[in-house]
C-alpha cells in the first residue's frame, strides 16, 4: 500500500532542506573595490596605446584606426568623468537622448525649454573630458620622461 504524504509536510522538508544546505555552504563574500575618481593604470594604459595607434594611423593614412583611437579617447575620458561627476554625467546622458529622441518634423529653428540647459551642460561636459584628457597625457608624458630618464642613468 502506498502512504500518501501532505504537501505542505513535503515543502516544509524542502525548505528546511534548502535552509541547512544554504548554511552550511558558506563563500567568501567577495571585497567591493572602490575605483577612485581619477584615471586607473589600465586606463592611462589604454589610452596611451590608444594615442599611439592614433599616430600611426595619421602617419600611414588608416582612417579607420584613426577613428577607433578617437573613440578609444572618448570612451576613457567619460567613463572617468562618470565617476568624478556623476550627477552632471547622469545629465549628460538625459541630453543625448533627448537630441536623438527628438522628432525630426519638430522646427529646430524653435528652442525648447530643455534645450539652454543641456547646452549648458553640454559645455560643461566637454570641459571637463578635455580637462581629463590633458591630464592623462601629462601622466603619459610624466611617464615617459621617468623611462627615458632611467634608460639614460643606466647607461652614463
Known amino acids: 500500500m502506498i502512504k500518501t504524504v501532505p504537501i505542505g509536510t513535503i515543502a516544509v522538508a524542502a525548505a528546511c532542506a534548502l535552509l541547512a544546505a ?5 563563500a567568501p563574500i567577495p571585497a567591493v ?3 577612485l575618481p581619477g584615471p586607473t593604470p589600465e586606463e592611462v594604459a589604454n589610452y596611451a596605446t590608444a594615442r599611439m595607434q592614433y599616430r ?3 602617419a600611414t593614412g588608416n582612417g579607420d584606426v584613426v577613428a577607433k583611437a578617437n573613440e578609444t579617447f572618448r570612451q576613457i575620458s ?3 568623468f562618470s565617476r ?5 554625467f547622469e545629465a549628460e546622458v538625459l541630453c543625448e537622448r533627448y ?3 527628438r522628432p525630426a518634423a519638430t522646427d529646430r529653428s524653435v528652442p525648447t525649454l530643455i534645450e539652454p540647459r543641456c547646452q549648458n551642460i553640454e559645455w560643461r561636459y566637454n570641459e571637463a573630458t ?3 584628457r590633458r591630464d592623462l597625457e601629462a601622466r603619459i608624458a610624466d611617464a615617459d620622461f621617468a623611462t627615458i630618464a632611467q634608460a639614460g642613468a643606466a647607461h652614463p
Open 22 to 26: 544554504c548554511t552550511s555552504y558558506s
Open 33 to 35: 573595490q572602490t575605483i
Open 130 to 132: 578635455n580637462a581629463i
Open 99 to 101: 537630441r536623438v529622441a
Open 78 to 80: 567619460r567613463e572617468i
Open 56 to 58: 600611426s594611423g595619421l
Open 84 to 88: 568624478q561627476d556623476p550627477k552632471l
